[in-house]
């Protein structure tokens, strides 16, 4: 079966740092990612990688955080620097190969205080 597991996520103040990681397993994707989630808000896109290293990052994030993939471990990371409160959220990890859906994994809670 396809998972994949995050960690990583914990409570930071403003300026601090994280490393999150997700290990995939089951399938080898073409793209993967990292989607955030803040309560009352709708998910969105932090940051994707594929196979060659081409990367796309949010505006909101963009400058401060990396994403970064280890093919033979089959892992995905993403670097935050000089977090902020608006940052606080659950991030969840995404996995896509074509022809077939996005696969996700259950998320790790990031909070930023201030």
């Known amino acids: 079966q396809v998972q994949l597991v995050e960690s990583g996520g914990g409570l930071v103040q403003a300026g601090g740092s994280l490393r999150l990681s997700c290990v995939a397993s089951g399938r080898i994707f073409s793209v993967m990612g990292w989607y955030r989630q803040a309560p009352g808000k709708q998910r969105e896109l932090v940051a994707t990688?594929?196979?060659?290293?081409?990367?796309n990052y949010a505006s909101s994030v963009k400058g401060r955080s990396t994403i970064s993939r280890d093919n033979a471990k089959n892992t995905v990371y993403l670097q935050m620097n000089s977090l902020k409160p608006e940052d606080t959220a659950v991030y969840y990890c995404?996995?896509?190969?074509?022809?077939?859906?996005?696969?996700w994994g259950r998320g790790t809670q990031v909070t930023v205080s201030s």
């Open positions: 990688i594929d196979r060659e290293d081409f990367t």
């Open positions: 995404t996995g896509r190969t074509p022809p077939l859906g996005n696969y």
